[in-house]
């Protein structure tokens, strides 16, 4: 137990918060003043002051790990957007094909069709329409009659039966074409979408990996600030400050009580860390009205939940890149979508969203209280209308993700900032 855990630590959480909106993650421009060692030095003048020069530079550090952590939110939301609009255009990518072979195979039956049609009309003007009817009239032969009436009255019902199939046949192909026409366009309209998703995602990641090079100069010093005063070292309090931003075990909460069947029951409150907390004056998130869950999930399959983190863990390591489904990259979705693979489990399409929705309705949503190895973690900041990412449990308050640019597969704490309220779980 570290011997420097102080009641002022909650003072720090109100500190960090208002450092927060004083730098604003918008806003690099504003400076911030942080302690010189000359003002590390003077703390040290007495017990008071060496106290409170801690607090202030474990509360610059906190502030510091926030903003880190909401950069890292606002790179992931954009990345999911991508995510969505790359999903969006493979379906009209596989709808436009589709439909342009469907336009192919309709064109070659009405040329058919018609090819028929034509030939008729040839043959009739060969044996002359007229000449045919005046033999009848003329003809003495009553058995002949017959026969040749009845061979014509065929060949009249074969004829409308050609010309209808040729009309019919090239109707369908006009209407194919121009279905695929219009599938083509909107392919291309989405793919133009995609790669402004996947602009704004680059966009958003060097914004982050810009601001967090700024400030880990600042950090670096503040740590070593921190670990003068208190006679440790800049890595141990690293370590503890880790604990404090990002703890392994969720705070006190009241149980997630699932509902017995589809009603709307009330919301929890949403499980937060004490020093993540809600600006002040802003509404507490939103969550979405939760699917029916089954009070009493199954237990997980541990064979395929042991295939799939253990293809999870062999990716360690691995550089995160937007849209990344390996075999050497990763995105949050990609990862987990291949982990389950390699358990020959299909969790649902490239994209935290479409797991989540495709998981939901599969019927394999678990209170986030019930959480098992190998269940599937969400994020989501806007009420779970989206999910903007997602990770492999692995027990004991420990996750293993892909979970933004600059930070390789790895290895983190479970954390509670914009957890949905439940978990998927894949197997069982």
């Given at each position: 137990m570290r011997a420097h855990v102080r009641p002022s630590r909650a003072l720090i959480v109100v500190v960090s918060a208002s450092l927060l909106l004083t730098l604003g993650i918008a806003s690099p421009a504003v400076a911030v003043e942080y302690p010189s060692w000359d003002d590390v030095q003077n703390a040290r003048a007495s017990q008071a002051a060496t106290a409170a020069a801690v607090d202030d530079i474990e509360g610059y550090l906190v502030a510091?790990?926030?903003?880190?952590?909401?950069l890292g939110?606002?790179?992931?939301a954009r990345g999911e957007e991508y995510n969505i609009a790359r999903e969006q255009l493979e379906t009209a990518s596989?709808?436009?094909d589709r439909l342009t072979a469907q336009s192919k195979d309709a064109a070659a039956r009405a040329a058919a069709s018609s090819q028929r049609a034509g030939q008729l009309v040839a043959q009739f003007a060969r044996t002359g329409g007229s000449s045919l009817s005046l033999s009848l009239l003329l003809s003495d032969d009553s058995d002949d009659l017959l026969g040749t009436l009845a061979t014509v009255s065929k060949l009249t019902a074969q004829s409308a039966q050609i010309y209808e199939q040729a009309e019919h046949d090239t109707n369908v192909a006009a209407a194919l074409s121009a279905e695929a026409k219009a599938a083509v366009?909107?392919?291309?309209a989405l793919a133009?979408?995609?790669q402004s998703a996947l602009d704004a995602a680059n966009a958003a990641s060097a914004d982050m990996l810009a601001k967090l090079a700024a400030q880990q100069a600042a950090a670096d010093q503040l740590y070593d600030q921190l670990a003068a005063l208190k006679g440790t070292t800049a890595q141990a309090e690293r370590d503890y400050l880790a604990g404090i931003t990002n703890p392994p075990t969720p705070p006190t909460t009241p149980p997630i009580v699932p509902p017995t069947q589809p009603t709307t029951p009330t919301q929890p409150t949403q499980p937060t860390t004490p020093t993540q907390p809600t600006e002040p004056g802003a509404p507490p998130p939103a969550q979405p009205s939760p699917p029916p869950v089954d009070p009493t999930p199954p237990a997980p399959s541990p064979s395929a939940v042991e295939t799939a983190i253990a293809y999870a863990y062999a990716q360690i390591g691995d550089p995160y890149q937007y849209g990344g489904a390996g075999p050497d990259s990763w995105d949050c979705s990609g990862l987990t979508k291949a982990s389950y693979a390699a358990a020959g489990v299909y969790i649902g399409a490239h994209g935290s969203t479409s797991q989540y929705r495709y998981l939901s309705g599969q019927g394999r949503l678990v209170p986030v209280s019930q959480v098992?190895?190998?269940?599937?973690?969400?994020y989501s900041d806007d009420g779970g209308a989206t999910t903007y990412h997602t990770a492999i449990y692995l027990g004991g308050g420990k996750i293993i993700e892909a979970q933004y640019e600059g930070v390789p597969v790895k290895v983190a704490?479970?954390?509670y900032y914009d957890l949905m309220y439940y978990a998927a779980r894949p197997t069982g």
């Open positions: 510091l790990e926030q903003k880190a952590a909401a939110r606002i790179a992931q596989a709808k436009a366009s909107a392919r291309q133009a979408s995609a098992q190895r190998g269940d599937l973690v969400f704490n479970l954390r």
